[in-house]
């Protein structure tokens, strides 16, 4: 199953254009390709299924690391910053992935549907982990993928693939985590009302006992179950959201450095291109031009 879905990538990504990633007619699902080694740049991953078709990377949550070659996938419950980089890739054996938003209603309605439902822990852990593809949903990106040929079956077909995906991922090994998504009760769910509280208003200073509040937790029991699913603290999520939209307004070319650092919630210009140079591994005003002539 897993050669069938690497030999339909390469015959899906031989005939578009561009290289590295591909939006594809499928909302929420992209193809990944690369044919060296290379760092994939910040994003900030939504709630997805990412899966390692052929090759091997890596993908960065604040200071933990996962590496996942063919065959695993990478399992993200909670929208978070991230950075990786492709580790085996070659212009014989290209890395190949797909990536699969998951779509969290479909996956409660699978979820109040089961007889048995996945048995799910208190407390919010490994809101990110690696497992092994389940070729029941290799086959399911296999027919995804597939789908790109005939664009107008998509709306008919493609909802019935993602009740699949919701189904074998609640069903398998990890279900209780997976199931930690759904749940509008458990402490899991009350930390990511708080992270999408912390997400939208990000340019404002944080106050973790607010974050806290929302969460129903004290401050220190927020704090761990935070870093505990993000991988990183809600100082450190902060700062990446606000450097991620930084650079999106310069190169978009709606702001220049210090309107920038100040519409993020910088008060200091200077403190900015430091944590921003630190994040990307060049100050803003060269990370920018780069970025414009890559584009161009």
Known sequence: MLNSLAETVTRYTNTQEGEHLFETAIDGLTILRSDHEANHPHIIIKPALCIVAQGAKWTMFGDRRFDYSAGQALVVSVEAPASGRVTQASLSEPYLGVIIELDLGVMREVMEGLDSPPVTGGNARNGIFVTAVDPS???????????????????????????????????????????????????????????HALRDRFAQPVRIETLASIAQLSPSAFHRQFKALTSMTPLQYQKQLRLLEARRLMVAGAANVEVAAFQVGYESPSQFSREYSRMFGAPPRKDVAELRQLAA
């Not at 074998?168 to 509008?184: D, H, I, R």
């Open 137 to 195: 949903v290799a086959d399911c990106a296999l027919r995804a993928v597939r789908l790109l040929d005939t664009p107008k079956a998509i709306p008919m077909l493609y909802p019935s693939i993602m009740r699949e995906i919701c189904y074998w991922l609640l069903t398998g090994p990890n279900g209780g985590e997976v199931a930690k998504m759904t749940l509008a009760t458990n402490h899991t769910q009350r930390v990511i009302s708080a992270i």
